[in-house]
């Protein structure tokens, strides 16, 4: 039996890029409009997020903006994140301080799922093995170094796990490393299956077409994961999540009320 209670997901701000960032070779000079988002799951035993989007500073202060953001990384510039697209508001909003959040589950460690650990680093965070291995070893520029301090209650994991009772980690690599997606089973609805950025369109799923962005070109990687997680959603009855598809995410956002 699940252990989840509520799932909502949490807007944290938005990234306008060229669609070949997210659809592999498809979408060139078509500008899109991508949600960054993280998922608070509250469960019986406590309260969980999938990742954590952006450092707020980084976005925000001029220094900090012109030495993270002002590269060729970055043709298309930083995302856009308000003060009330903060997690900790978004939280508050609910009634909740980020000291009420117990675990934090980073599909992966770029900057726009793993900068806001600085507001949550009070909590366990469970990451993958390679995911780690891969981030501090700078894999690629998507990975800011001081997003990930040694100094965090660092929970590493190798392989697939239960992180409570209906909530399983998936692997999903080939965008990063050690990316993971996540299976929630609901009190009342059909389970989620979080994508992560193993899809971060519909159109990832559908046409089964890699993220633009892949560790070590490994294309071939990403496909297989999305074909995994097709099958777990038939196995399953799960509706599959994408993670930067605004139109999938304006047709789910209740925020702040709730999914059960």
């Given at each position: 039996?699940?252990?989840?209670?509520?799932?909502?997901?949490?807007?944290?701000?938005?990234?306008?890029?060229?669609?070949?960032?997210?659809?592999?070779?498809?979408?060139?000079?078509?500008?899109?409009?991508?949600?960054?988002?993280?998922?608070?799951?509250?469960?019986t035993n406590g309260r969980i997020l999938y990742d954590v989007g952006c450092d707020y500073a980084k976005i925000t202060t001029p220094d900090l903006?012109?030495?993270?953001?002002?590269?060729?990384?970055?043709?298309?510039?930083?995302?856009?994140?308000?003060?009330?697209?903060?997690?900790?508001?978004?939280?508050?909003?609910?009634?909740?301080?980020?000291?009420?959040?117990?675990?934090?589950?980073?599909?992966?460690?770029?900057?726009?799922?793993?900068?806001?650990?600085?507001?949550?680093?009070?909590?366990?965070?469970?990451?993958?093995?390679?995911?780690?291995?891969a981030a501090r070893a700078q894999a690629d520029e998507a990975y800011f170094a001081d997003d990930f301090s040694a100094d965090y209650h660092w929970r590493v994991h190798t392989g697939e796990y239960d992180v409570a009772a209906g909530?399983?980690?998936?692997?999903?690599?080939?965008?990063?490393?050690?990316?993971?997606?996540?299976?929630?089973?609901?009190?009342?609805?059909?389970?989620?299956?979080?994508?992560?950025?193993?899809?971060?369109?519909?159109?990832?799923?559908?046409?089964?077409?890699?993220?633009?962005?892949?560790?070590?070109?490994?294309?071939?990687?990403?496909?297989?994961?999305?074909?995994?997680?097709?099958?777990?959603?038939?196995?399953?009855?799960?509706?599959?999540?994408?993670?930067?598809?605004?139109?999938?995410?304006?047709?789910?956002?209740?925020?702040?009320?709730?999914?059960?």
């Amino acid at each position: 039996m699940t252990c989840v209670k509520k799932f909502w997901p949490l807007l944290t701000g938005t990234h306008r890029y060229e669609k070949t960032l997210s659809t592999r070779g498809r979408g060139h000079n078509q500008m899109i409009d991508a949600p960054i988002l993280a998922y608070l799951i509250e469960t019986t035993n406590g309260r969980i997020l999938y990742d954590v989007g952006c450092d707020y500073a980084k976005i925000t202060t001029p220094d900090l903006r012109k030495q993270y953001y002002d590269n060729p990384a970055f043709a298309f510039g930083p995302p856009t994140m308000t003060e009330e697209q903060r997690l900790p508001q978004r939280l508050a909003t609910l009634g909740l301080q980020p000291t009420d959040i117990d675990l934090v589950f980073i599909g992966h460690l770029h900057f726009d799922h793993a900068g806001g650990l600085c507001e949550m680093c009070h909590a366990d965070i469970h990451v993958q093995a390679q995911e780690l291995t891969a981030a501090r070893a700078q894999a690629d520029e998507a990975y800011f170094a001081d997003d990930f301090s040694a100094d965090y209650h660092w929970r590493v994991h190798t392989g697939e796990y239960d992180v409570a009772a209906g909530i399983r980690a998936i692997e999903s690599p080939g965008h990063t490393a050690g990316h993971m997606s996540m299976l929630i089973e609901l009190p009342k609805g059909a389970p989620i299956l979080l994508c992560g950025d193993a899809a971060d369109l519909r159109e990832n799923i559908d046409d089964e077409i890699a993220p633009g962005l892949c560790w070590h070109d490994r294309s071939d990687m990403a496909i297989a994961s999305i074909r995994k997680l097709k099958q777990l959603a038939a196995e399953t009855g799960a509706e599959l999540w994408p993670n930067h598809d605004m139109t999938f995410f304006n047709a789910r956002n209740r925020f702040p009320n709730f999914f059960d």
